[in-house]
């Protein structure tokens, strides 16, 4: 943490995340606040990120805006103890309608579409993990600092289909082979594997990934922030004509379909599993059914 972070009053604290603004310097931190679940993330609190963001987007004062995990870890993604839970009715045991589903996740991936066409520099400090909706941030920022040492995927693959999360955005950053290794297997992956491929901006030791995401932020908060802001604007005109012009639509969508399975007899199916036997076991069950390895 910097001096000025110390001395500067956050804008808006939660328990779970948190946005400070160092005006002086014109960086902004969010902060992913949940470390005895390795800053997993409920809806409200990707509500509350996209929000602050929000105000990061208009202050004027702001070139760069850093997202990061509490403790040295980024974000294992959403929490799984809320998985489906958010597409039901209290008092309605019904099996959720379609248009409800496809509402609830319309609402769930406009945060990491705003964060695509983001107006500021984003950078992810990438830390142990980034695993499902933190490797989806990872993604669509503009700059990543990644620990060698660090676990990125979609593990939720293995119990909610290989066509989990943004099609569009994965094929845009790592290619048709990589994204349907990662998908297709559901495997975690060290991030070091994909170094020579330029995944991610700087590739460093874990104990650095800090001290490089604050270098770089302040190298880029040197740029004039009209230069910035029509940067940002030019690289999502053209972007947009590419495959990621099709992530707005396709996210919500195919999440919709993905969280939408029939399992057969012989398929694990973790929400089942969860609500025998909890969170804990059900993982338990996953592991044993897709055999160790490199994959979680």
């Not at 779970?16 to 005006?23: F, G, M, P």
Request: with cysteine; charged share 30%.
């Amino acid at each position: 943490m910097t001096a000025a972070e110390t001395t500067s009053p956050p804008t808006e604290r939660t328990d779970r995340v948190r946005l400070d603004k160092d005006h002086e310097n014109h960086i902004a931190r969010i902060t992913i606040s949940n470390p005895e679940k390795k800053n997993a993330m409920a809806p409200e609190d990707c509500e509350l990120m996209g929000r602050f963001l929000d105000d990061v987007a208009d202050d004027d004062a702001i070139k760069v805006v850093i997202v990061r995990g509490e403790g040295g870890v980024f974000t294992t993604g959403v929490d799984l103890n809320r998985a489906y839970g958010w597409y039901g009715t209290p008092g309605d045991d019904r099996r959720p309608s379609q248009r409800r589903r496809l509402t609830v996740d319309r609402k769930g991936q406009r945060m990491f579409h705003e964060f695509i066409g983001f107006p500021k520099v984003t950078i992810v400090q990438l830390e142990s993990y980034a695993l499902g909706l933190g490797f989806e941030l990872a993604l669509a920022a503009d700059l990543v600092v990644a620990s060698r040492q660090a676990k990125i995927g979609m593990p939720a693959a293995r119990f909610l289909g290989p066509v989990l999360g943004n099609v569009a955005l994965f094929l845009h950053r790592l290619g048709p082979v990589v994204m349907r290794d990662l998908m297709l297997t559901g495997r975690m992956a060290q991030a070091q594997e994909f170094e020579s491929m330029k995944l991610f901006t700087r590739f460093v030791d874990e104990a650095d990934v800090a001290a490089e995401t604050e270098a770089l932020a302040a190298q880029v908060a040197k740029m004039p922030a009209d230069g910035i802001t029509i940067a940002k604007e030019a690289y999502r005109v053209v972007e947009a004509s590419s495959t990621l012009g099709l992530e707005e639509t396709t996210a919500y969508l195919f999440h919709s379909y993905g969280t939408n399975l029939r399992f057969e007899p012989d398929e694990f199916n973790f929400v089942k599993e969860r609500k025998k036997s909890g969170t804990s076991e059900a993982f338990k069950k996953r592991d044993e059914h897709f055999g160790a390895g490199s994959a979680q």
